[in-house]
């Protein structure tokens, strides 16, 4: 039995080792899939109701894989695409109504490759609107969302929209996003009422059309 004991000892310990050397060969990894990139871009990021914009990416790793585009806005919608071999790819979208669009690019799944997500993307459509401003004259009198009416009040006038309502107003290249604080204008063929720091921030004239996103 005394001879027996030290041999048992070494056994013991050369088994130790050898199950530590192939743990050591043989890490134990949970999720083996590669992790996938896909990228997103817009031809335009404001674009008039109707009008199409192009998406374009790329995938990693390359080859021809689908890719889903979600697209979230006051009429959201989901597109399929093909990446090419070197994993481009390309289609056009074009929002049907006035607001602002988030889009995102979901990129393949499978056994080896974990999905990924591209950063969104925001598209704002607009409508033509006749607008023309007040203030001169007005000042220190009530708007009808609260407050009054100050020579660098920021906001626009319009007849039903609520009240704080966000609205991004483009004039020639400019663009500007304000809140509904006030009702009007009253006059045929005007849809929005500027106060004279948003005409003044937009280079607006007195009467004429902007681009609005309602």
């Known amino acids: 039995m005394r001879r027996l004991f030290p041999s048992m000892l070494l056994a013991a310990a050369m088994a130790g080792f050898t199950a530590q050397a192939v743990a050591r060969k043989t890490p134990h990894h949970p999720d083996q899939r590669s992790r996938a990139h896909v990228s997103l871009h817009v031809s335009r990021h404001a674009v008039l109701s109707g009008h199409r914009v192009v998406l374009r990416g790329r995938v990693r790793p390359r080859g021809s894989h689908r890719v889903k585009l979600v697209v979230r806005g006051p009429r959201g919608a989901v597109r399929g695409a ?18 602002s669009y988030r889009i995102r690019a979901y990129g393949r799944h499978d056994k080896r490759v974990r999905a990924s997500v591209s950063a969104a993307r925001r598209v704002t459509a607009y409508r033509p609107a006749g607008a023309s401003y007040y203030g001169p004259g007005l000042y220190g009198g009530a708007l009808a969302c609260g407050g009054t009416l100050q020579p660098g009040t920021v906001g626009v006038a319009h007849k039903t929209l609520p009240c704080g309502s966000r609205v991004t107003l483009r004039y020639r290249g400019r663009s500007v996003t304000v809140r509904v604080i006030d009702r009007g204008p009253y006059v045929a063929g005007r849809d929005y009422d500027l106060t004279a720091a948003t005409r003044a921030r937009l280079r607006f004239p007195s009467t004429g059309v902007l681009l609005a996103s309602h």
């Not at 093909?82 to 607001?99: E, T």
């Open 82 to 99: 093909r990446s090419r071999r070197d994993g481009s790819f390309a289609l056009r979208w074009g929002p049907r109504r006035v607001g």
